[in-house]
C-alpha cells in the first residue's frame, strides 16, 4: 500500500498501486484486479483520482506514441502520454493541441476523462471536440473503440466521464495548424466587472485565447487584469531557455493567509497594469506560467487547499460573480490564484462535462477547515440559485443536489458506468 494524494493535499490516504505499462497485457491486469480507478498525474484537485483503501491503476506508464500523420495531424497515443510532450513533439512541425488546460503536466486520459477546457473554449471547445477515437478497457475484459461516429454515446460518456466508464488506453486527436510557438498578446487591466464582461465580448471574435485574473479582495467590484492572444508567425526570435523552479519544502503554515493576500494582489495588480499592453508570448509561459514552479501545491502548508470553480449561465452571470465576490471579501479568505472567464456557446461533448454557456470562477483556497466550508456553503447557494455547477475534478466536497442539479444527465450516464470501476468521488456523489 501507498499513501497518495492529489494535487490539493487535502489528505493522504493509503492506496494499492498497480502500474499500467503494456496496453497489450491491461486487460489481463484489470480482470485480475480489484476495484480501482485510473490515476495519472493526480494534478486533480479532489478526489476524482483517488481510491481510498482501494486500487489505484497507475496509467503513466502507458506513455508512447503510436503514429502521427504529419500532413493531416492526426495523432495517436497511449493514454499516460503528457500534453507537454505532445506539444514538444508536434510544435517544431506546425501543429498544437487545439484546446490546453493550465497545466501541461497531464496526461491524455486524465485530459479526456475530465473534458479539461482552455482558453479558448468560445472557439474550440473543449478537449473532448479533438478526440477522434478512444480506446476503452472495461473491468470485465471487453475493449470498446468510440468515437464521435462510433458508438457516440459510448463516447459521450467517456468524454468527462471521470474515468468511470473503463480505463482509457489509447487516443487519436486531431491537431491544429499553428505558425510556430508564439502568440501576439494583450494585456489589459480592468477596473470593474461591467468593464471585464465588455472585454470579453469585445474580444471574442478577434482573440482566439482569452482569460482574466481577478482581485478577489476587490470584493464585488472585481478588478482584475484579462489578457488574450492569438497565434502568430515570430521570425528570428530565440525560444526561453527552460528555467523552472521548485518550491523545495511544505512550510508548517500556508503562504496563502490574511497577511499575505492583500499585498501580494495589490502589486500584482499594480505590476501587471505598468506592464499593460502588447507582446508576443512563447505558448508555455502563456498557457502554463505555474509550471515553472514544480510543487507550487506545497506553499498551501500541512493541510492543503480547495479550488472552488463554479460556471454559471451567462444571463444571470454579473450578479453571480458579484456576488460571490462579495461573499469571499466578507469572510476574510481569499486567493491570489483567482480566474475569471467566459464560455462560449458549444454544445458539450460528454454527458458530464462541465462547460457550458456562461461565465466561470475558479479560485483557490487554503484549507482553514470549517470556516473554509462554511464559505463553500454560502458560494454554493449563489451558484445554485443562479442553476449554474461545479467542475468535479476541482472538487472535494460539493453537496450531492448540487451535483444532481448541475449534471442533468447523470441518470443517463449511471447507465455506462463499469461497476468494477469505483473512486473516492463516485462514492461521494453517485452511490447511496
Known sequence: MVAVSSWGRLSKRQHEVVALSDRDHVIQQLKSSRSGIAHGMGRSYGDVCLNPDGVLWNTTGLDRFISFDESTGLLACEAGVLLRDIQRLVMPQGWTLPVTPGTQLVTV????????????????????????????????????????????????????????????????????????????????????????????????????????????????????????????????RPEPKNRKLTMPLVPPISLVNRLSLRPFNMAYFNLKKRQAGSGIAHYESFFYPLDNLLEWNRMYGPKGFFQYQSVVPREVGREAVRAMLGEIARSGEGSFLAVLKTFGNRQAVGMMSFPQLGVTLALDFPNQGERTLKLFERLDAIVREARGRIYPAKDARMPRDLFESGYPRLKEFIQYRDPGISSAFSRRLMEN
Open 109 to 236: 486520459g486524465g485530459a479526456i476523462a475530465n473534458d479539461v477546457h482552455g482558453k479558448n473554449h468560445h472557439v474550440l471547445g473543449s478537449f473532448g471536440d479533438h478526440v477522434q477515437r478512444i480506446k476503452l478497457i472495461r473491468t470485465n475484459g471487453a475493449a470498446t473503440e468510440c468515437g464521435p461516429d462510433l458508438l457516440p454515446d459510448w463516447f459521450s460518456a467517456t468524454v468527462g466521464g471521470l474515468g468511470l466508464t473503463g480505463v482509457i488506453t489509447e487516443a487519436e486527436i486531431q491537431l491544429r495548424r499553428v505558425p510556430g510557438p508564439w502568440l501576439a498578446t494583450e494585456t489589459v487591466p480592468y477596473g470593474n466587472l461591467d468593464e471585464f464582461f465588455r472585454l470579453a465580448d469585445d474580444s471574442e471574435a478577434d482573440w482566439e485565447h482569452t482569460v482574466s485574473w481577478v482581485d478577489c479582495i476587490s470584493g464585488e467590484v472585481g478588478r482584475g487584469i484579462f489578457m488574450r492572444g492569438n497565434p502568430a508567425h515570430v521570425d528570428h
